[in-house]
């Protein structure tokens, strides 16, 4: 009996579902972007943003300019210990 009631129950639900669909529609301001058209605050806000990235990319070219220089120097001082290193050797006849 089991057999013959759940294909007959699963069909019954199936016809009883509505197939019509209605899309969500969404407001301007829904999308989560900045209205093309915008306002004094949208300007505003717009600016700081822009003004806090350029704050953050100049911090980081600055932690890099200051990774080069420490590199640099390093890069000196492995140069001066090799040319020490050579004079004590002999290899150079100066």
Request: overall charge positive; cysteine-free.
């Amino acid at each position: 009996m089991l057999r013959t009631r759940v294909p007959t129950i699963s069909r019954s639900l199936l016809a009883r579902r509505s197939f019509a669909y209605t899309p969500r529609i969404m407001a301007e301001g829904d999308t989560g972007a900045p209205r093309a058209t915008g306002d004094a605050f949208t300007k505003r806000e717009k600016a700081a943003e822009e003004m806090y990235i350029r704050q953050e990319e100049q911090a980081k070219l600055k932690a890099l300019r200051e990774k080069i220089k420490n590199a640099q120097k390093h890069m000196d001082e492995l140069d001066s210990y090799i040319q020490e290193t050579m004079k004590g050797q002999g290899g150079e006849q100066h």
